[in-house]
């Protein structure tokens, strides 16, 4: 049942009509906030981070204090049992989610966790710009003590690792994701220890410095060749690339590296499937959770136009001009060299969102369980940067040579724990789904024939239509018939990874 077919019933009891109103009114300042968010990390200049953590917090307490308000929990407690269509329900279920997560936290702490978060952001990156561990620490120890007050407000009763991790994936368990990791510990470095004694070198095609505008001009030429609705998006540059948006309005945002042109465009293409995701949410089920995202869901569609479609071959032998006309120097490329380019395995990366299919989910993993000890106290906050050192041995064998490099690497330290699980997650469905699509059309002809709108309305079909309509693990076995398994990317990587290194 789609969430843009369900009835929504107008003649529904008060006490809907009026929790609906204050839900709305709620997400649309949580909106708001992500807005100035995408400001403070794109546009504004350095000198507005004071004036901006200030509006961002009040922002966060105005919004929380509208949602706890008891007026809320009594129109919740009205609607138990109430005669509700299977769409209201939906909403109702998702909305008592929030409210019982959300009522017995203080909105001092509310705020306090927004200023502190908001704040932190321009000192983690003037940290990472400086190599600077040290002057960015008593923000994460501050952030970390925070965030765990919350948890223990929350559910006493839980650990506050496991709240914080059921704040982000709800209905995904924390044992089904350690079962995922476990079987990606088994079966991935068995792979990428395969491809080093392998001795098949892959192209690196990519050997000059390319200008910004450039390769922003590819990015650009990139959006617009796999469809982009620029009517509600945009592309702009930020420190670390991100999405922000609604079905209105989604914004996706890149970074350059002057001899890696490679490094923005997967980026972009990895945005845009966040971008589709928001865009495809229905338009008339707006401010409620039947036109909100799922978290988990999210990065399953980044994931797949990142991987399955912008890293293909067909892809690469229709875009291929597009690179050819924008990067000066590149007339001598080739399919198959852009092609190799984009899939080779580089155990020897620093840096997660540069990395690989394979290597990329021991990034996961090391900052997962760096995060958990964190959290539970078992490392002090001084002992990250060396841990993280020593599990990049470890897991990769590489150790970085900067805290710039390593810990310091990524933005999301100021702003959630227990959430990196999202990324491995988003990969495992985008893999199951791609094999779910591939059943009812050829994606590869459609590609090749540039024609990505039949695959872009199957998603909008199967996953973005449903808002929240469904639960996390029902959305996936609803589009793919199956329950979520890592055993399509398994698959998928084995039979990918194994042609191209001649296994």
């Known amino acids: 049942?789609?969430?843009?077919?369900?009835?929504?019933?107008?003649?529904?009891?008060?006490?809907?009509?009026?929790?609906?109103?204050?839900?709305?009114?709620?997400?649309?300042?949580?909106?708001?906030?992500?807005?100035?968010?995408?400001?403070?990390?794109?546009?504004?200049?350095?000198?507005?981070?004071p004036a901006r953590a200030q509006q961002l917090s009040a922002l966060s307490a105005t919004r929380h204090e509208l949602f706890v308000d008891p007026e809320v929990g009594e129109w919740l407690n009205q609607l138990e049992g109430a005669d509700l269509t299977d769409a209201q329900q939906a909403n109702v279920r998702e909305i008592r989610r929030e409210y019982e997560r959300a009522a017995n936290v203080p909105s001092e702490l509310v705020e306090a966790i927004a200023q502190t978060a908001s704040e932190s952001q321009q000192i983690w990156q003037d940290a990472k710009a400086n190599d600077d561990f040290d002057a960015f620490a008593p923000r994460l120890e501050k952030l970390r003590d925070l965030t765990v007050e919350r948890a223990q407000h929350i559910d006493p009763s839980t650990e506050p690792y496991v709240v914080m991790y059921e704040d982000n994936h709800p209905y995904i368990s924390l044992d089904t994701m350690e079962d995922i990791f476990g079987t990606l510990r088994e079966e991935l470095p068995k792979l990428v220890d395969e491809i080093r004694k392998s001795g098949v070198e892959l192209a690196t095609p990519f050997d000059d410095e390319y200008p910004d505008e450039e390769q922003r001009a590819l990015c650009e030429a990139a959006l617009d060749f796999i469809g982009y609705d620029r009517s509600r998006g945009r592309l702009d540059t930020a420190p670390h690339p991100f999405m922000t948006g609604t079905q209105f309005d989604a914004r996706v945002t890149t970074r350059f590296k002057?001899?890696?042109p490679m490094d923005?465009?997967?980026?972009?293409?990895?945005?845009?499937?966040?971008?589709?995701?928001?865009?495809?949410?229905?338009?008339?089920?707006y401010g409620t959770p039947l036109g909100s995202s799922q978290g988990s869901i999210h990065e399953?569609?980044?994931?797949?136009?990142?991987?399955?479609?912008?890293?293909?071959?067909?892809?690469?032998?229709?875009?291929?001009?597009?690179?050819q006309e924008h990067l000066s120097g590149t007339d001598s490329l080739?399919?198959?060299?852009?092609?190799?380019?984009?899939?080779r395995v580089r155990p020897e990366n620093l840096i997660r969102v540069e990395a690989d299919e394979l290597t990329y989910h021991m990034h996961i993993i090391l900052r997962c369980e760096i995060d958990r000890a964190f959290v539970e106290g078992e490392i002090e906050v001084d002992e990250i940067p060396a841990l993280w050192n020593e599990k990049m041995e470890d897991y990769l064998g590489v150790t970085p040579d900067t805290d710039t490099q390593g810990c310091l690497q990524d933005i999301h330290w100021t702003s959630r724990y227990a959430a990196f699980q999202t990324y491995t997650l988003g990969s495992m469905a985008a893999a199951q789904l791609d094999a779910a699509i591939r059943r009812e059309l050829d994606v590869d002809a459609l590609v090749r024939e540039e024609k990505f709108e039949p695959i872009l309305n199957w998603m909008i079909e199967n996953v973005h239509s449903h808002g929240q309509f469904y639960r996390t693990p029902e959305l996936i076995e609803q589009a793919t018939g199956e329950p979520l398994t890592a055993q399509?990317?398994?698959?998928?990587?084995?039979d990918k990874f194994e042609r191209l290194y001649d296994l």
């Open 488 to 494: 399509y990317y398994i698959d998928y990587v084995r």
């Open 334 to 343: 080739t399919v198959d060299s852009c092609f190799e380019a984009a899939n």
């Open 1 to 49: 049942m789609s969430a843009q077919d369900a009835d929504m019933n107008s003649d529904g009891p008060d006490a809907y009509e009026a929790l609906i109103e204050r839900y709305r009114r709620v997400l649309n300042l949580g909106y708001s906030s992500m807005y100035l968010n995408w400001d403070q990390q794109v546009m504004m200049p350095e000198g507005g981070a």
């Open 300 to 323: 399953s569609q980044s994931r797949f136009w990142e991987n399955h479609i912008g890293r293909s071959r067909p892809f690469w032998e229709v875009f291929l001009p597009h690179v």
């Open 258 to 260: 002057r001899s890696d």
């Open 264 to 285: 923005a465009l997967t980026a972009t293409i990895h945005e845009f499937g966040h971008a589709t995701y928001q865009l495809g949410l229905p338009k008339d089920h």
